[in-house]
C-alpha cells in the first residue's frame, strides 16, 4: 500500500479561507505564526533533552563532604565553592566588565573540587554515557541554533 502524499500548502490555504470567513486574517499571518509555533517547540525540545541529558549524567556522579581535623586540608574545598560562587557572579552581573574571568574562575573552581576529593564518579556503561551525551548535546544544538547538522 502506498502512501499519498499531503500537501500542507493546500491544507493551510482552505484552513485560511475558512478563517478569512470569520476574521481579518491573511495567509502569511498564519504561515507567520506557524514558524513562531515551530521555533518555540524546537526550543522547548531543545531544553527537554538537555535537561535529559544532564540528568543521566548527574545519576554516575557523587558529591560528598567530610570532616577535615586540619585547617589546610580543607583549603581546597573552601576554595572551589568561593572560585564557583564569583565565576558564576561575574558570568551573570558583571559580563561586560569581567570578560573571561569568570569563565576562568569556574574552570579553577572545578579543578578545585576534583582536587579536594569531593567528587566520586561512579562507573557507568558505554551506552549509558552515549545516550547522555547524544541528549545533551542534541538538546544544546536545538536550543540555540533550532536545527540538527548532519
Do not use: C
Not at 498564519?30 to 513562531?36: A, D, G, P, R, T
Not at 574545598?77 to 574571568?101: D, K, P
Amino acid at each position: 500500500m502506498y502512501l499519498h502524499t499531503f500537501n500542507i500548502h493546500i491544507y493551510l490555504k482552505k484552513l485560511v479561507n475558512v478563517f478569512l470567513i470569520n476574521q481579518k486574517i491573511t495567509y502569511n499571518q498564519i504561515k507567520i505564526k506557524i514558524k513562531k509555533m515551530r521555533r518555540l517547540l524546537i526550543k522547548l525540545m531543545g531544553l527537554i533533552l538537555l535537561f535529559v541529558g544532564l540528568y543521566f549524567f548527574g545519576q554516575d556522579i557523587i558529591f560528598v563532604s567530610g570532616y577535615y581535623p586540619y585547617f589546610y586540608s580543607k583549603i581546597p574545598a573552601t576554595g572551589s565553592v568561593l572560585a564557583i560562587i564569583a565565576g558564576v557572579l561575574s558570568l551573570v552581573f558583571f559580563r561586560r566588565e569581567t570578560g573571561s574571568l569568570g569563565w576562568i574562575f569556574l574552570g579553577v573552581g572545578i579543578v578545585l573540587v576534583f582536587l579536594s576529593g569531593g567528587v566520586i564518579l561512579k562507573p557507568t556503561s558505554l551506552w549509558n554515557f552515549l545516550v547522555a551525551f547524544t541528549t545533551l548535546t542534541v538538546g544544546y544544538k536545538l536550543l540555540t541554533e533550532g536545527r540538527i547538522n548532519f
